[in-house]
């Protein structure tokens, strides 16, 4: 793998990148997953309650009141003690937050792989180029039809979010219960499709010659 990209041409995100997402997952600093769990679940859970706008301008006058009020405290103390420390957000103001061509070329390109492979794969399984793959999308289809019927979008997007910081340290704790327990039903899966496919004529996967 070289600049990014894997052996058949794919861009990948940087490993730096994926380590800062394990890091915050798997909780390894608690402060910052739990700041960026809290907020994520705060924001989601507003959305159930108000717009999408009214959520956004909440927010945006938050920190406009937070930040006017300090740089006005600032001033009043500059005032006061007579000193002259400049603006009190100057160090933030000085850097450069301006994104590089580089950068969003390598994301672009990463976003742009992915896509095209999540194309082929739903081209595969709508034109049924395996059948056996086909009826196991169709079925999970058939399941998402039921869960849409029960939850809405942003309710998935705030059960998944919990998930996504719960599940990865669930695991780490209980690995090998989970891989046993998984294990058996991956194998009990297998046999009822392999049962299936030795019963019902053309469900056999084609060999390719």
């Given at each position: 793998m070289e600049n990014g990209k894997t052996e058949n041409g794919d861009s990948q995100p940087?490993?730096?990148?994926?380590?800062?997402?394990?890091?915050?997952?798997?909780w390894r600093d608690v402060k910052t997953s739990g700041v960026v769990f809290g907020a994520s679940l705060s924001l989601l859970l507003s959305l159930t309650l108000c717009s999408i706008v009214s959520v956004s301008s909440y927010i945006g006058l938050a920190l406009l009141s937070v930040t006017?009020?300090?740089?006005?405290?600032?001033g009043i103390l500059q005032a006061i003690q007579k000193s002259d420390e400049g603006h009190p957000?100057?160090?933030?103001?000085?850097q450069d937050v301006a994104l590089s061509e580089e950068t969003v070329h390598k994301y672009s390109d990463c976003a742009l792989a992915r896509f095209n492979t999540t194309v082929n794969e739903l081209r595969r399984l709508f034109l049924v180029e395996d059948l056996v793959d086909s009826l196991k999308f169709a079925v999970l289809m058939w399941?998402?039809?039921?869960?849409?019927?029960?939850?809405?979008?942003?309710?998935?997007f705030i059960l998944g979010l919990v998930g996504m910081f719960s599940c990865p340290i669930v695991y780490e704790k209980y690995k090998v219960q989970i891989d046993h327990y998984v294990g058996m039903a991956n194998k009990q899966v297998?046999?009822?499709?392999a049962t299936v496919q030795?019963?019902?004529?053309?469900?056999k996967r084609v060999k390719a010659e």
């Amino acid at each position: 793998m070289e600049n990014g990209k894997t052996e058949n041409g794919d861009s990948q995100p940087p490993p730096q990148w994926k380590d800062k997402v394990v890091e915050l997952l798997y909780w390894r600093d608690v402060k910052t997953s739990g700041v960026v769990f809290g907020a994520s679940l705060s924001l989601l859970l507003s959305l159930t309650l108000c717009s999408i706008v009214s959520v956004s301008s909440y927010i945006g006058l938050a920190l406009l009141s937070v930040t006017i009020c300090f740089r006005i405290y600032k001033g009043i103390l500059q005032a006061i003690q007579k000193s002259d420390e400049g603006h009190p957000f100057k160090l933030y103001l000085d850097q450069d937050v301006a994104l590089s061509e580089e950068t969003v070329h390598k994301y672009s390109d990463c976003a742009l792989a992915r896509f095209n492979t999540t194309v082929n794969e739903l081209r595969r399984l709508f034109l049924v180029e395996d059948l056996v793959d086909s009826l196991k999308f169709a079925v999970l289809m058939w399941i998402l039809t039921y869960v849409g019927a029960l939850f809405n979008g942003l309710t998935l997007f705030i059960l998944g979010l919990v998930g996504m910081f719960s599940c990865p340290i669930v695991y780490e704790k209980y690995k090998v219960q989970i891989d046993h327990y998984v294990g058996m039903a991956n194998k009990q899966v297998k046999d009822i499709i392999a049962t299936v496919q030795a019963k019902v004529p053309g469900l056999k996967r084609v060999k390719a010659e």
